[in-house]
């Protein structure tokens, strides 16, 4: 038993029902306080008793109100670690916590992207995975957890972790690129305030107070907060998906009872495309492919991009992996002994929810090991196992207005922190123009609860992508643009990520750049720092005789770069009517010169106005995109 724990026992025992000294999970062994003017420290004892926190050699006195609580601020903590800090109250219990640090502490907050783990890209990283332990980057993991009745003290379950070799494949991999160009370049303690949960709206984030302008969500909220609904919902949810499930189970005909001859696919690509339109149940799948003797009985890698929707996989009859949703690339290990010299088979039974069933092109479909690889692309055959209709719809709890605000956010609003990292925005594609103001809502609204008016946030604005998304689908590009209006609010920075994006995966691999652009945001921003931390945005444009012309502002007024392509590809005009022609031009140092012979008279233009733009995009010459943008022309 440790100390703390010792203590605070024997006194609840001496004192029967009064409360016992104690601190937010928050404040635990290992976590990292804000350096600075004044970092707070609160907790919970005995009403109306004194309090004596100890820290740096510093002692500060309080009282807890009539409640019980207490806190206080300390002022000029130095930087570094692991400090002692000692917390006594006057019914003589005592925390001591023997392992904190003092630095920087930033928020890390969003959906998929922000909590994606390094085990997800530790094949982009290996090296990452072997550094030596970092106990200067440390990060408090909140676990997932939802409240629809009112902000929550405490989170249920969280704790602050180091960098390791052992804990380094769960940290987000934002977080810690993020936190590992922080360190290199403060060369202070780190500490990363985690609060993400992947498929999430920013209305699950936010407070009650900032959706007062949503009657809908607050129509939803209302009944959630009735808990017989929410358990009877979470039922329904479990028992149509079951069912659905073991339809299809119970019918499948499988790959060798079927009555059906095999007919050919190529893959990888979408069913449809193959033929097979709007297909809901289970197809089987399979390819035989050659073992070279050299790889005979080896243990070898097998990878399968990701697959639409779920998937059991089996070389030669035997179960090497298995993934129940689409997002997950299909990783999976062969043991030895599976593989034989000669002719083999691979077969997947994949399941299909909602018609558009795939393995995703431009993925990797191959077996490897450090010598052999066989390439798995090319004519497959496939067998009807059991069509149906589409799966139930999820109705996620977790998604509804205000739950994690109460459960994840609110429980750490006392924290003095530096700032926030948001990553989020994939889940409000359905309702692209009101984005803008639930974002500048969620900024202030988080301000005003951490009581830090000018508390600096740093947007993570959506890469390219687009295999989901409909063709003309404007909703991302309005996401883009809604996130750059942020801007406006003071102390918001939004990075670009276009070119960091991958067309067939919402969750792209490449977290070390997205994190280091954040990293030159917040070191330009916040601490003011000369870094480049922006590309090119516009500062003029004139029009005249049917052309526009445009003049860039630059890091230090340097020629701008373009990538793949003239510079113009990403531009379009559009007359009197609103409709949009490709435009024609030309790039030239700062400046770019536009025209179209479908608009005689351009009244509007767009740059990078599409889901995943790639061709002509503007950069600094500091490698830093230009951010899509609309501008309204007038003469």
């Known amino acids: 038993m440790t100390e703390r724990e010792e203590s605070l026992n024997s006194q609840a025992e001496g004192r029967g029902a009064e409360r016992p000294l104690c601190l937010s999970k928050i404040f635990s062994e290992g976590c990292v306080l804000q350096q600075g003017k004044s970092t707070r420290i609160w907790g919970k004892t005995v009403p109306l008793k004194g309090v004596a926190v100890e820290f740096q050699q510093k002692t500060i006195f309080t009282r807890a109100d009539d409640k019980g609580d207490w806190q206080l601020l300390f002022s000029d903590l130095n930087p570094g670690g692991p400090f002692t800090l000692t917390i006594r109250s006057e019914t003589e219990e005592i925390i001591r916590l023997k392992e904190v640090y003092v630095g920087e502490v930033f928020v890390c907050?969003?959906?998929?992207?922000?909590?994606?783990?390094?085990?997800?890209?530790?094949?982009?990283?290996?090296?990452?995975?072997?550094?030596?332990?970092?106990p200067y980057i440390r990060l408090y993991k909140v676990k997932e957890h939802y409240d629809f009745d009112g902000p929550l003290d405490d989170h249920r379950e969280a704790s602050w972790y180091a960098c390791s070799p052992e804990t380094i494949r769960s940290f987000s991999a934002v977080s810690y690129f993020f936190g590992r160009y922080l360190l290199e370049d403060k060369k202070v303690p780190v500490g990363l305030i985690n609060l993400s949960l992947g498929g999430t709206p920013a209305e699950a984030w936010m407070g009650l107070e900032a959706l007062q302008s949503y009657p809908e969500a607050l129509s939803t909220l209302k009944k959630f907060q009735?808990?017989?609904?929410?358990?009877?919902?979470?039922?329904?949810?479990?028992?149509?998906?079951?069912?659905?499930?073991?339809?299809?189970?119970?019918?499948?005909?499988?790959c060798e009872g079927s009555l059906e001859p095999w007919k050919e696919i190529n893959l990888p690509g979408f069913l449809k495309d193959g033929g097979i339109?709007?297909?809901?149940?289970?197809?089987?799948?399979?390819?035989?492919?050659?073992?070279?003797?050299t790889m005979a009985g080896e243990s070898a890698r097998l990878w399968l991009?990701?697959?639409?929707?779920?998937?059991?996989?089996?070389?030669?009859?035997?179960?090497?992996?298995?993934?129940?949703?689409?997002?997950p690339p299909r990783k999976y290990e062969i043991p030895k002994g599976v593989l034989k010299n000669g002719e083999n088979e691979i077969t997947i039974r994949l399941v299909c929810d909602h018609g558009q069933g795939r393995m995703t092109p431009e993925k990797k479909y191959q077996i490897f090991t450090e010598d052999n690889r066989i390439d798995l692309e090319g004519t497959w055959e496939y067998r009807i196992g059991f069509r149906c209709g589409p799966a139930p719809e999820m109705d996620f709890i977790n998604r509804k207005p205000t739950g994690l605000f109460n459960a994840m956010v609110a429980p750490c609003l006392p924290y003095t922190v530096k700032g926030v990292l948001w990553y989020q925005g994939e889940s409000n594609d359905s309702s692209p123009d009101t984005y803008?103001?639930?974002l500048r809502r969620l900024i202030l609204n988080w301000r005003e609860n951490w009581k830090q008016d000018k508390l600096p946030f740093v947007v993570a604005q959506l890469p390219g992508f687009s295999i989901d998304l409909l063709e003309d689908s404007e909703a991302w590009p309005k996401l883009r643009h809604a996130q750059s209006q942020a801007a406006g609010l003071p102390e918001v920075a939004v990075t670009v990520n276009l070119d960091?994006?991958?067309?067939?995966?919402?969750?792209?691999?490449?977290?070390?750049?997205?994190?280091r652009r954040l990293s030159l945001a917040v070191r330009g921003m916040i601490y003011g720092e000369p870094v480049e931390y922006f590309g090119p945005k516009v500062r003029s444009y004139q029009v005249s005789e049917g052309r526009v012309s445009l003049s860039f502002e630059t890091h230090k007024g340097k020629d701008m770069v373009v990538k793949n392509g003239t510079g113009v590809e990403a531009f379009s005009l559009a007359g009197a009517d609103g409709i949009y022609?490709?435009?024609?031009?030309?790039?030239?140092?700062?400046?770019?010169?536009?025209?179209s012979r479908e608009v005689a008279e351009p009244k509007a233009l767009r740059y990078a106005y599409s889901n995943a733009p790639s061709k002509g995009l503007l950069f600094s010459q500091g490698g830093l995109p230009a951010s899509p943008f609309i501008l309204t022309l007038s003469i």
């Not at 909590?115 to 970092?134: F, T």
């Not at 779920?310 to 993934?323: A, H, K, P, Q, W």
């Open 109 to 134: 907050s969003g959906q998929s992207n922000m909590e994606l783990p390094m085990e997800r890209v530790k094949d982009q990283y290996p090296e990452e995975l072997k550094r030596p332990e970092r």
């Open 226 to 254: 009735d808990k017989e609904f929410v358990k009877s919902r979470m039922a329904e949810n479990e028992r149509l998906q079951r069912e659905w499930h073991e339809n299809i189970d119970q019918n499948d005909k499988g």
């Open 277 to 293: 339109e709007d297909f809901c149940g289970s197809i089987w799948l399979r390819r035989r492919f050659m073992v070279p003797e």
């Open 305 to 327: 991009g990701t697959m639409v929707d779920s998937d059991r996989t089996y070389i030669n009859g035997v179960l090497v992996g298995e993934t129940g949703y689409q997002y």
């Open 436 to 438: 803008e103001d639930l």
């Open 500 to 515: 960091l994006g991958e067309w067939n995966d919402l969750h792209p691999l490449n977290k070390k750049e997205v994190a």
């Open 581 to 595: 022609y490709p435009a024609k031009g030309d790039v030239k140092g700062t400046s770019v010169t536009l025209w």
